[in-house]
């Protein structure tokens, strides 16, 4: 590292005398002929719309002697959507992270795919960025408060993904932070995707212990401007001896004004999302928790008041060091400042008021992805792209403020760690995993066991899946997602990510462990009402206190304890929703063969975890699995909190 003493810097801002950097990126930095410091937000905005300010602008590069088109900016009343013209770069691939360095990983290493090392193309980078007029901004990874201060260097004519990145960290000047060495640095060079990847999108990272790179090949920030950043965090903490979860929170209050906070994790499609959302009601005014898939006969059920929420967190949940109190529960924080909000359910007007007062009528211009835009008109966040197909893009996004979807600011103590999972409808006839009742307590554990594997299931929607992971799902399978099902965005190992999150779990013992599940419970069609009811049970219930006369084994042990019986405001859930091999469409007979094929799934996931590195704990825990056995002996290893 050296030190930074003068660097030829346009824009209003500046990059301040002695800030310590790696001298090749000086040295880069050095011989750039225009090296712009945004001094405010606004005016990195207008550099998204390019030199001409708009309303339309190309973002392209040279290859090869041949302008090649990667992104299309509009500038909209309300922000500026921003299209690519490849289906492919409108979304992350999920297989284009490699690691350049020799630090611990399970992650497929560049010379390993590449067959050579990442020094030349590294030195390549830094030339054609050396080459370009440049953007640099500051952020602080993982948020303003508990961030770590990073740098982010981009082509000026990329300039939005700039933007897009300091919207979901911060926005944060040199002068503010002050003279600092980067705890990571992005880099992004997109014509490289043509040049040196085959027009596929990659992602280098490249570690030591106290640097982390990001090489982003692609403008399409999903990957590195979002995940990247999460991947930072998970490398810092695992050096530091703290997770950043994948989840969402949310403190709920009781029409009593009782309060909850609840964290929600789970592979995709797991209902994150959903856990900040209001439940949702017939035009009646009643809820419709379930539909029999071979009878079709509804089940509804009445409740009067619906609690409160207010979102904590979104996606990326800080569970840094510096926030526990050493009382027993979790804390947690947001590691961004912006929500990258995936508008793929909006389809019409109405459909989430508060989201669409926020994207239609900002206070600040917002940045809209693969969603249509018309010069100088408003954005309207259900006209998604089309793809070439002519059917919707799966994952338009918009980058939203946290400000304007939460009046919830700092930290908060969670109560409750909810899981969820998609199960597939299990029937006597087409017996499958499906079998979950609609809310169960499990020990820490049992807990643990589920964040390892975190299971993917019944036609998830998510975007970019392999075609072997796209398969499986389609035809009732199950793929793993992997640890804390933030496995994909990590850079080290399993084992290490595994024994960080059982020592969470294991020392914060007063919080609650439960699992949900979304779109079936047994043979009927739930969708996300069996979540959000048992959000409100739980919160109805002070955080899910619960007496152990309350609780019985259930007949999977993976599923930990059900409750006898589940009553919100004043009405009894069917029974045959907390036991569904009581359901006359299953019976004992199709819930035991789905229990052998989730209890057999995760046997098979388990295996690769029992290294010499496992927790000693956690050998005993996975050995109890792979025994089958029952969950009391799950219990004697990690008590429950009742």
């Known amino acids: ?164 990145l300091v919207d979901l960290q911060g926005w944060v000047t040199f002068d503010e932070i002050g003279p600092f060495e980067p705890r990571s640095i992005l880099y992004v060079a997109p014509p490289f995707r043509h040049t040196h990847f085959d027009g596929r999108q990659v992602v280098v990272h490249d570690r030591s212990e106290t640097l982390h790179e990001v090489f982003a090949y692609n403008l399409y920030p999903g990957p590195s401007a979002k995940k990247g950043v999460f991947s930072v965090l998970l490398d810092v903490g695992e050096q530091e001896g703290w997770v950043t979860a994948h989840a969402s929170s949310v403190r709920v209050t009781t029409p009593y004004e009782n309060e909850t906070v609840i964290m929600h994790e789970g592979a995709s499609g797991g209902g994150k999302s959903e856990m900040c959302q209001e439940i949702r009601r017939q035009e009646d005014g009643r809820i419709l928790l379930g539909t029999n898939v071979v009878t079709d006969e509804p089940y509804v059920i009445n409740l009067g008041e619906s609690s409160a929420l207010d979102p904590v967190t979104d996606d990326m949940t800080l569970c840094h060091v510096d926030l526990q109190t050493g009382e027993g529960r979790l804390v947690v924080a947001d590691a961004e400042d912006g929500w990258f909000v995936r508008v793929d359910n909006l389809t019409g007007y109405g459909q989430d008021a508060h989201l669409e007062r926020a994207c239609i009528h900002p206070d600040q211009p917002l940045v809209f992805f693969n969603i249509d835009g018309v010069p100088d008109a408003t954005v309207l966040p259900w006209e998604h792209t089309l793809d070439s197909t002519g059917k919707r893009c799966p994952n338009p996004r918009v980058v939203v403020p946290r400000r304007l979807l939460t009046d919830v600011t700092g930290a908060e103590e969670v109560d409750v760690r909810t899981f969820g999972a998609r199960m597939p409808a299990c029937t006597r006839d087409n017996p499958t995993y499906g079998i979950m009742g609609m809310m169960h307590i499990v020990p820490p554990s049992l807990a643990w066991i589920w964040r390892l594997i975190a299971p993917r299931g019944d036609k998830n929607p998510s975007i970019g899946e392999s075609k072997s992971a796209t398969d499986k799902l389609a035809h009732g399978g199950m793929v793993a997602e992997g640890v804390g099902s933030y496995w994909p965005f990590s850079t080290g190992t399993k084992v290490a990510a595994a024994n960080l999150l059982l020592r969470q779990l294991v020392d914060m013992d007063r919080t609650r462990y439960v699992l949900t599940p979304n779109q079936h419970i047994g043979a009927y069609k739930v969708d996300f009402a069996a979540e959000w009811l048992t959000r409100e049970y739980l919160a109805r219930r002070g955080g899910g206190k619960f007496r152990t006369e309350e609780l019985t084994p259930s007949r999977c042990p993976l599923f930990g304890y059900t409750l006898q019986e589940m009553k919100i405001d004043g009405q009894l859930v069917r029974p045959t929703f907390l036991k569904p091999e009581m359901q006359s469409q299953v019976g004992v007979e199709a819930y035991d063969a789905g229990a052998r094929i989730i209890t057999d799934f995760f046997k098979s996931e388990l295996q690769e975890f029992l290294t010499d590195d496992l927790d000693p704990l956690g050998r005993q825990i996975i050995e109890v699995c792979l025994r089958d056995g029952s969950v009391e002996e799950y219990t004697a290893l990690t008590p429950l909190f009742t």
């Open 1 to 164: 590292m050296t030190l930074i003493d003068s660097v030829a810097v346009h824009g209003t801002g500046s990059i301040p005398a002695g800030m310590v950097l790696p001298p090749a990126v000086q040295a880069a930095l050095d011989a750039c002929a225009t090296v712009i410091v945004p001094a405010s937000r606004e005016e990195l905005y207008q550099l998204a719309l390019g030199p001409e300010g708009g309303p339309r602008f190309t973002v392209e590069y040279d290859v090869f002697g041949t302008p090649v088109p990667e992104a299309e900016v509009v500038r909209c009343k309300n922000g500026i959507a921003v299209n690519y013209p490849e289906d492919y770069m409108r979304r992350r691939d999920p297989d284009c992270m490699r690691i350049a360095d020799d630090l611990p990983t399970d992650k497929p290493r560049y010379r390993d795919v590449f067959g050579t090392g990442f020094d030349q193309v590294k030195a390549e980078t830094l030339d054609w960025l050396a080459g370009q007029d440049l953007v640099v901004v500051p952020f602080k990874a993982g948020g303003l408060t508990h961030g770590y201060p990073s740098l982010a260097i981009c082509p000026v004519n990329s300039a939005f993904f700039a933007l897009t």
